[in-house]
């Protein structure tokens, strides 16, 4: 039996540290690809789009009624991409880290075990300003994960940054069988205010001339987060597409100009995981179509970075359902989405 294609998805993946403001007048059309610029198959929009954001403003008043409404962000993304015929899949926030998702609803059907999840780093894993979100879930029968992060800040936390790395790792925890942690999932994504810096003893004027002369390559060869893959000290089992755009922090607000009391580095960044070959007679694939900064965003003092990836999945199987009782070890018995938004307000009413 020749292989058919089960899944050839195109997920906008978007992440942006806001810095407390709130969205109010701006436009999310550019970061969404909703101006034709997405690089999707024949430009057609994407079927998939998951947020992740930084720094989100929380007031304690705000989040309770986040219980019931959108949080602003959220409310801003949906109402870009409701005319669009967008539904909202789901989203976590765990106090200013936050991740949503919306798909065509033609893929509901196809989106079973959903789950949210989130864990604390900071303060040694007391405190939630720092750590990770995350949305899982069947997606066609196959196990993905979606990862939000932000992770210590700052030149000399390289240490902090792994520690956080490998917390997230060790902690953040499903309750569907076969996929209990990150990487048990066959496909994932992890995306966020990384905050990795620049090795070397260069000035923060040293960086930004190099930047204006387009030496981007001497920069990146020195980028904490390419060398902690290397060593395997921390994201080894992740791929980048390495950035060919400017840093995208530290600017002035409201503009674009770098802010020279910390170093120019690529904080913000997105990465992913497939494994090609893990089930017999079924290829699964990712291709990555975009990889972006998107510089005219001034709102806070970093800029938003997006990229849009092909999830294909081939398979002697003829429909997702076979495929999933293949992947998780049974059929499924869950109603499609039924699950995240009572875990979410559980998680929420117990924080209060």
């Known amino acids: 039996m020749s292989a058919s294609i089960i899944a050839n998805l195109c997920i906008h993946i978007l992440t942006w540290n806001v810095g407390t403001h709130q969205p109010d007048d701006i436009s999310m059309t550019d970061v969404l690809s909703l101006n034709g610029t997405t690089a999707c198959p024949n430009q057609q929009l994407p079927d998939i789009y998951v947020v992740a954001?930084?720094?989100v403003s929380i007031h304690a008043k705000n989040q309770f009624l986040n219980i019931f409404h959108d949080d602003p962000w959220t409310f801003k993304i949906g109402a870009h991409l409701t005319p669009y015929d967008y539904i909202?899949?789901?989203?976590e926030q765990m106090q200013g880290i936050l991740i949503m998702m919306f798909a065509q609803p033609k893929h509901e059907p196809h989106m079973k075990d959903v789950e949210v999840q989130s864990t604390r780093t900071g303060l040694g894993?007391?405190?939630?300003n720092k750590g990770a979100v995350s949305i899982r879930m069947s997606l066609y029968g196959t196990g993905v994960t979606f990862v939000g992060a932000h992770l210590a800040a700052h030149d000399d936390k390289l240490s902090e940054r792994i520690e956080d790395y490998n917390q997230i790792v060790n902690n953040h925890h499903y309750k569907t069988p076969k996929y209990r942690s990150i990487f048990d999932h066959d496909y994932v994504f992890w995306f966020?205010?990384?905050?990795?810096r620049l090795t070397g003893t260069d000035s923060a004027w040293d960086i930004r001339n190099l930047v204006e002369q387009a030496k981007l390559e001497e920069l990146i060869e020195r980028d904490q987060l390419s060398l902690a893959r290397t060593t395997g000290n921390a994201f080894a089992?992740?791929?980048?597409?390495?950035p060919t755009f400017a840093p995208t922090f530290k600017f002035h607000e409201g503009t674009s100009e770098y802010n020279l009391k910390r170093r120019p580095a690529w904080c913000d960044r997105i990465l992913y995981r497939v494994q090609v070959n893990r089930y017999p007679d079924i290829t699964l694939n990712i291709t990555q179509l975009s990889y972006k900064s998107h510089p005219d965003y001034t709102l806070s003092d970093h800029k938003p970075v997006s990229a849009e990836f092909l999830y294909k999945i081939e398979a002697q199987s003829q429909t997702d359902e076979e495929l999933y009782e293949l992947t998780h070890g049974g059929s499924s018995t869950e109603t499609p989405l039924a699950s995240v938004t009572i875990l979410f307000v559980t998680a929420l009413l117990i924080f209060y």
């Open 53 to 55: 954001l930084q720094e």
């Open 88 to 91: 909202k899949v789901g989203t």
């Open 125 to 128: 894993g007391l405190w939630g």
């Open 192 to 196: 966020g205010d990384l905050n990795f």
């Open 237 to 242: 089992l992740l791929t980048e597409e390495l």
